[in-house]
């Protein structure tokens, strides 16, 4: 069992960077991979990042490869998305997942934050 928490979400204009956070109960987060996903306004669920349960390697969406960089602390069980260069469509709400497989699919993710809204105003 995982509970996830984001936070760190808010308004930036279009070039800026925001942080969003992600934080994991209990110590056997480290088993699990992580990824982040968002949902803009009036769209479907889409993947962003994912990275290994070492943190060791990601995998970043094409759409923010270069601008975005996904971390993991699990010595304090945190998920980070670093994110830069925003533009307008990267506006969303922005979820923190973790599951048992490396992938870029949401139903594969078996826990779920209650995601955090991101704003990029033009």
């Known amino acids: 069992q995982v509970s996830l928490a984001e936070s760190g979400g808010g308004l930036v204009q279009a070039g800026g960077s925001l942080k969003v956070s992600c934080a994991a109960s209990g110590r056997a987060f480290s088993t699990y991979f992580a990824a982040w996903f968002r949902q803009p306004p009036g769209k479907e669920r889409e993947f962003v990042a994912v990275?290994?349960?070492?943190?060791?390697?990601?995998l970043l969406a094409d759409s923010v490869k270069g601008r975005f960089v996904m971390s993991r602390d699990n010595t304090e069980n945190m998920v980070y998305l670093e994110m830069n260069s925003l533009k307008p469509e990267d506006t969303a709400v922005y979820y923190c997942?973790?599951?048992?497989?490396?992938?870029?699919?949401?139903?594969?993710?078996?826990?779920w934050g209650q995601g955090t809204q991101v704003t990029v105003s033009s």
């Open positions: 997942a973790a599951g048992a497989a490396f992938t870029r699919a949401p139903e594969t993710y078996s826990y």
């Open positions: 990275v290994t349960r070492s943190g060791g390697g990601a």
